[in-house]
């Protein structure tokens, strides 16, 4: 990439259905537009591979979308620090190259929520969303007997999408109650109605699997790799024998980039006005940094964000009623789901609770705080820089586990002193 | 897109359909161990979308290589436990 191509208008970080909208809405509003993404697909973690397979539905609709803009896209590049005000840096195989912006939208994404358990490290024990991800690569679940257990409507999307992929399913176990979850289902016809005909369809889907509320996974057994999980609700205790158990207790908003730009975060998401601005002026957020609502609210948020970025703010307005809809269904969500009190402790002294430096409970414990606890401990401080246990020791000891400092992903060798402008790339 | 790549696996030969990651080829060749934690404990993939780096393995001599984040390509080889 020459330098001239290396400025844009609007920059978009990010090219899941949010990124998507925001880079079609800003490339068709006439605005030099670059859109990127870590990963060598485009679609973020519900759509991905479905490029190549011709894709279907939404995912069809909007990839062809961006496709008919004249939007620049940069796959496997990934954003890693902010050297100076309006440029970006980031990795790619080529090498690490700058990026020089005018208005900014982040559109990351989010993380699974992963709770500690005994034996949750244990390989065969895989992210609820995690394994749907990785099924979309290509990861076998043929004759596989498999245990869900965690909490959200993403266990249903994913029982069904196991089972299509030859697995067996053998229980899904949510560990929010069911009054909770009949509450929801009433409100559904009114927040989001197309979700009904969607829940209906996983109904038929899952025919003859066992959905239970109010039940989860206490610990997971084997020697080298997963053997079984013993689960609990309010009248039992017993053990399933399993291939995989896939958990996860709904999903976190990915942050490090808001922070690192100093955008305002208030109660573990993104702050942003209705136009999806943030409290930096030019930088705008979309999808799940800013509250977690699925599909469709990362869609509309997007497109809010490609028209302000490109100061159409009638055009963003008019999106306004769906874009409320769209928050009034997170809400009903996070009660539906709030986690119970018994999920977030299940982990015993010995369970490892950051599992880049093999860290337990008890090690942790004799800390106040995050940071004290990551100075002795190294809690934290491994490859994921605190993206799974940061989340698990907010909820257990409600430490603020916020970590922000640049490269937000560990970087190559050379990334961060290397790019002299104009240099970058070039040699390779 | 029936295209087929091979590469290795620990000195093995595996052959999978184009589009797969190296994740699932290593799932595919039966291996469940992918790293070892640094107090020596099995570890496979957690996260798949490139956050936990459980999935670690070293690609064509590179080590640290998350596996869930890279598509395979001809004649790539892989090695599990570092
Ligand atoms: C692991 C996982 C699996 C999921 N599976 C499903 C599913 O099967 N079905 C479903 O309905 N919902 C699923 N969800 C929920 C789904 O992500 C949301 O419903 C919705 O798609 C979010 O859209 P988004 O655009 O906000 O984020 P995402 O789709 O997450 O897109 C964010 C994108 O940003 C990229 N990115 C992040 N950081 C950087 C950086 N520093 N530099 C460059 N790029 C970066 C990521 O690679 C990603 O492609 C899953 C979520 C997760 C975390
Ligand atoms: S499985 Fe988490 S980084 Fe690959």
């Known amino acids: 990439m020459s330098d001239a191509n290396s400025r844009f208008e609007v920059v978009v970080v990010g090219a899941g259905p949010a990124g998507l909208a925001a880079a079609a809405a800003a490339a068709e509003s006439g605005r030099r537009t670059l859109v990127l993404d870590a990963t060598p697909w485009l679609g973020g973690q519900i759509w991905r591979g479905r490029e190549a397979k011709g894709g279907s539905g939404s995912a069809k609709r909007w990839l062809a979308r961006l496709q008919a803009t004249d939007a620049v896209v940069a796959r496997q590049t990934t954003v890693v620090a902010a050297p100076r005000p309006g440029v970006l840096l980031a990795e790619s195989p080529e090498g690490p190259r700058e990026i020089g912006w005018e208005t900014l939208i982040l559109t990351i994404g989010a993380r699974e929520l992963f709770l500690p358990f005994p034996g949750w490290t244990l390989p065969g024990v895989v992210g609820i969303g995690g394994l749907q991800v990785l099924v979309k690569g290509g990861w076998p679940l043929d004759g596989k007997r498999i245990v869900i257990a965690g909490s959200g409507p993403l266990l249903f999307a994913a029982g069904a999408e196991y089972r299509a992929a030859g697995a067996d399913v053998v229980l899904i176990a949510e560990q929010t109650d069911l009054g909770k979850l009949a509450r929801f289902g009433l409100s559904l016809p009114r927040l989001a109605p197309r979700k009904i005909t969607q829940a209906a369809q996983y109904q038929a889907s899952l025919l003859g699997v066992p959905y239970r509320p109010g039940c989860w996974a206490v610990s997971a057994q084997g020697a080298d790799r997963l053997e079984g999980v013993t689960l609990r609700s309010s009248r039992r205790t017993w053990t399933e024998r399993c291939d995989v158990l896939a958990t996860g207790f709904g999903f976190l908003p990915n942050l490090e980039l808001p922070r690192l730009f100093g955008c305002r975060t208030a109660n573990g998401a993104a702050v942003v006005d209705d136009r999806q601005e943030s409290s930096q002026a030019g930088i705008f957020i979309a999808g799940e940094p800013t509250g977690i609502g699925g599909e469709g609210r990362a869609l509309v948020e997007g497109l809010i964000a490609g028209f302000s970025a490109a100061g159409r703010l009638e055009r963003a307005g008019r999106l306004e009623k769906k874009r409320r809809r769209a928050m009034a269904f997170s809400r009903a969500m996070d009660r539906a789901f709030a986690l119970r009190e018994e999920v977030r402790n299940l982990a015993s002294p010995e369970t490892l609770i950051c599992r880049c430096e093999d860290v337990a409970r008890r090690d942790l414990e004799k800390f106040g705080d995050w940071r004290a606890a990551k100075l002795h401990t190294r809690c934290g401080m491994g490859p994921c820089q605190g993206r799974i246990c940061g989340g698990a020791v907010e909820k257990l000891y409600g430490w603020d586990a916020a970590s922000n400092r640049p490269p937000v992903f560990p970087v190559q060798i050379g990334t961060l002193r290397d790019p002299e402008p104009g240099s970058r790339g070039a040699s390779k | ?82």
């Open chain 2, 1 to 82: 897109m029936a295209e087929i790549v091979s590469l290795t696996i620990n000195g093995r030969p595996v052959r999978v359909p184009s589009g797969t990651v190296v994740a699932a080829a290593l799932a595919l060749a039966g291996e469940s161990r992918f790293r070892r934690s640094v107090a020596g404990h099995p570890r496979g993939p957690l996260c798949g979308m490139g956050v936990c780096f459980e999935c670690s393995v070293t690609i064509d001599g590179r080590p640290h290589c998350r596996s869930c984040q890279t598509l395979c390509a001809e004649g790539m080889e892989v090695r599990t436990d570092e």
